[in-house]
């Protein structure tokens, strides 16, 4: 017994550091899990109030730009609204709850942080749980996706970027309407990659790339990004797609937080169809 | 010791403010990313007490962690390096030995000695960070290339910083 001792307490250090490491590996992989924690939720407020003081110098610098791409959404938004009123054939909306008729709400916020260099990119917004935000609601551009939101404190919250290798899109090609997934490859922050298309579809390159709605994050339609390249090679069960991303992740400021007022009601459905 | 101690103390104030205020959203070369944090463990004692090492890697991995959103890939980085820096110093001991009270520091030790020192500890310390941040093998290669081109751009901030602030005070 005394030798045993003697033994750890040699190799105490070497326990230790095992130990440690040990516990950082439990960090890291119960990462969505420690993110609710208070702890972390005090860490998101208070490097959101250092990193808000800080992006305001930059915020001026690019001021020119973010203006014209909110006018050109604007004008776009315009045209849509246009071609709504004339329509003929619209659906009669009679007694409709307004959680089915507006199933989308948006709420306006500044990025204040964001990174594009690493494997697993993250954002942080300055809008938090005191504005309504909730985990999971999706951010979306002028341009396109973004990414949904994974962590809020109370003035502030973090998004996991579209650019992360472990974050899957439900996504469709358009006009033929393959379902796909949407996933990065961490080879630039302009491309991703397109996984689980089988090979005896047609692909074109040029095609848009939308969202299919069927997570329960993203609305439908919003856009992604143009298919830039397409490969077979011989023995593959799936294509492998490029796509060129609308958003330019190196320069949003302005985004919006979609919410869905169905996604509970969604979810539950379909986690008693699982449990059956 | 009490000198010493405020030295320290100091420094991990400085190093840790730096990067959360200064460089926690600058890039370099687009790949680059200066984790100059690194640099407090650097300068700690030659003799510091292995235990309360591992402790104090542990503490400020975790702080950057929260701060950044990242798990614990600063904290597991951080922890490998303090445990690998009692053997690479002394199998880097220098010709005359350590002194007491001789601090880890440009100046006191020489370009040559300082320089082997800090790029194997920043540089395997980054990789340490950029593979758990990749967490695949695919990547492995690209999260080389990352820690390379950050390394450089840490070790350059590291020994500015040290220079500037850390240099003319005497023991």
Request: hydrophobic share 45%; net charge positive; charged share 15%.
């Amino acid at each position: 017994m005394e030798r045993l001792f003697h033994l750890i307490y040699r190799y105490r250090a070497f326990i230790l550091f095992l130990f440690l490491e040990y516990l950082s590996f439990v960090l890291i992989k119960n990462r969505t899990i420690y993110q609710q924690t208070k702890i972390v939720k005090a860490g998101i407020e208070i490097s959101g109030r250092i990193k808000s003081s800080t992006s305001n110098v930059s915020e001026y610098l690019n001021l020119k730009e973010h203006n014209k791409e909110l006018q050109v959404e604007n004008a776009k938004l315009r045209e849509l609204l246009a071609q709504r009123a004339n329509s003929p054939n619209q659906s009669p909306r009679g007694d409709r709850p307004p959680s089915v008729l507006q199933q989308y709400y948006y709420v306006p916020a500044e990025v204040i942080n964001n990174s594009t260099n690493r494997f697993n990119n993250y954002l942080t917004l300055n809008k938090g749980a005191i504005h309504g935000i909730k985990p999971n609601m999706a951010v979306i551009g002028s341009k396109g996706i973004i990414g949904k939101v994974e962590s809020v404190s109370s003035n502030y919250s973090t998004v996991v970027s579209v650019l992360h290798t472990g974050y899957y899109v439900a996504s469709k090609i358009t006009p033929s309407g393959i379902q796909a997934t949407l996933k990065w490859d961490a080879e630039s922050s302009e491309k991703s990659r397109l996984l689980y298309v089988p090979r005896h579809l047609k692909i074109n390159p040029g095609d848009t790339v939308k969202t299919s709605g069927f997570n329960a994050v993203f609305p439908p339609e919003v856009d992604i990004g143009v298919i830039s390249g397409v490969e077979l090679s011989e023995d593959a069960t799936f294509y492998d797609l490029r796509v060129k991303l609308f958003t330019n992740f190196n320069s949003i400021k302005h985004v919006y937080l979609v919410g869905n007022r169905l996604r509970e009601e969604k979810l539950e459905l379909e986690q008693e169809l699982s449990n059956e | 010791m009490g000198r010493d101690l405020i030295y320290h103390i100091s420094a991990f104030f400085v190093f840790v403010l730096l990067q959360l205020f200064v460089f926690s959203q600058l890039n370099f070369l687009e790949y680059g990313f200066c984790f100059i944090y690194v640099g407090f463990f650097l300068m700690l004692p030659f003799d510091f007490d292995r235990i309360l090492g591992l402790i104090i890697a542990f503490g400020t991995g975790l702080i950057l962690d929260i701060f950044y959103q990242s798990g614990g890939i600063h904290t597991a980085a951080s922890v490998f390096l303090m445990f690998i820096r009692p053997g690479l110093l002394s199998l880097l001991n220098p010709k005359s030995g350590f002194e007491i009270g001789m601090r880890i520091t440009v100046n006191q030790m020489g370009w040559g000695w300082y320089l082997m020192y800090a790029s194997i500890l920043i540089f395997s310390h980054h990789l340490i960070l950029y593979s758990l941040d990749a967490f695949s093998f695919s990547l492995l290669f690209k999260a080389m290339l990352y820690a390379a081109v950050s390394a450089i751009f840490s070790l350059v901030m590291i020994i500015t910083v040290q220079l500037l602030l850390f240099s003319k005070i005497k023991t």
